[in-house]
C-alpha cells in the first residue's frame, strides 16, 4: 500500500481507505482503515457467525473489487498518460507505508 500523495495528481481517482492509503497487489484489506459501514467485522453485538460472514463477503467479493478498480485505474492512466504515469506509479508502490495501521482483523 502507499499513499496516494505519491501519486501526486494521479492519485484522485484510486480507491482509498480513511487515510489516504491505496491497496497495490499481495495487500491486504485487514492491514487498511477502510469504512465497512454495515459489513464492520468488530461491530458491537454481532454474533461469531455473523462475524465470520461479514470476514468472508469482505475476503472474497468486495476486496477483490476494490483491486479490480485499482487494476483498471491504473490501466486508465497509462493509457493516457503513458511513461509519466508508469514511473510515478512505480516511485509509489516501492514505497514502504510510513506507519502501520488498520482495524487488526484475524
Known amino acids: 500500500m502507499f499513499h496516494k500523495s505519491h501519486l501526486e ?10 487515510i489516504g492509503y491505496v491497496p497495490a497487489k ?22 461469531a457467525e455473523e462475524k465470520k460472514r461479514r470476514l468472508e463477503y469482505l ?11 485499482v487494476h483498471v485505474e491504473r490501466q486508465r ?15 509509489a508502490v516501492s514505497r514502504s507505508a510510513e506507519q502501520p495501521h488498520g482495524f487488526g482483523n484475524g
Open 77 to 91: 492512466l497509462e493509457a493516457e498518460h503513458g511513461e509519466t504515469f508508469i514511473k510515478r506509479w512505480h516511485q
Open 9 to 18: 495528481h494521479f492519485g484522485e481517482g484510486f480507491p482509498q481507505d480513511s
Open 26 to 47: 499481495g495487500d491486504c484489506w485487514r492491514q487498511m482503515q477502510f469504512d465497512h459501514a454495515d459489513m464492520d467485522p468488530n461491530a458491537e453485538g454481532i454474533s
Open 59 to 69: 475476503d472474497t467479493v468486495w476486496w477483490p473489487k476494490v483491486l479490480q478498480k
